[in-house]
């Protein structure tokens, strides 16, 4: 499956961008998407992930209650909703593909992705 994520750009702090990403193919459903970040001189960090049916969803601590993921599996596109922005938040957001649902708590585990988006940049400051 390629992924193109989009929606990056310039946001004042407080302010809201989403996300999408398109999947291409028609497997959409098979895959566990997640959303990983990587700020100026860190590591890749995770974000958010949802399960296949989206019946599932999960969030790193730092974005909790801030940003919300979801899917259209008719629209083979995986969102994330960012509100209430910070500085912190800054960073190359990546989506990625997960050829099952979750076991554990692999869903924060970038190994468990066999696929990956080239990355779209969120730059928050005022």
């Known amino acids: 499956v390629q992924l193109q994520a989009s929606g990056g750009g310039l946001v004042q702090p407080g302010g809201s961008l989403r996300l999408p990403c398109a999947a291409s193919?028609?497997?959409?459903?098979?895959?566990?998407m997640g959303w990983f970040r990587q700020a100026p001189g860190k590591e890749r960090e995770f974000v958010a992930a949802v399960s296949r049916s989206a019946s599932s969803t999960y969030y790193a601590d730092s974005v909790r209650g801030r940003f919300t993921i979801s899917r259209d599996n008719a629209k083979n596109t995986v969102y994330l909703q960012m509100n209430s922005l910070k500085p912190e938040d800054t960073a190359v957001y990546y989506c990625?593909?997960?050829?099952?649902?979750?076991?554990?708590?692999?869903?924060?585990?970038?190994?468990?992705?066999?696929?990956w988006g080239q990355g779209t940049e969120v730059t928050v400051s005022s």
């Open positions: 193919g028609r497997t959409f459903t098979r895959y566990a």
């Open positions: 990625a593909a997960h050829r099952a649902d979750y076991s554990g708590g692999t869903y924060s585990e970038e190994s468990v992705y066999e696929y």
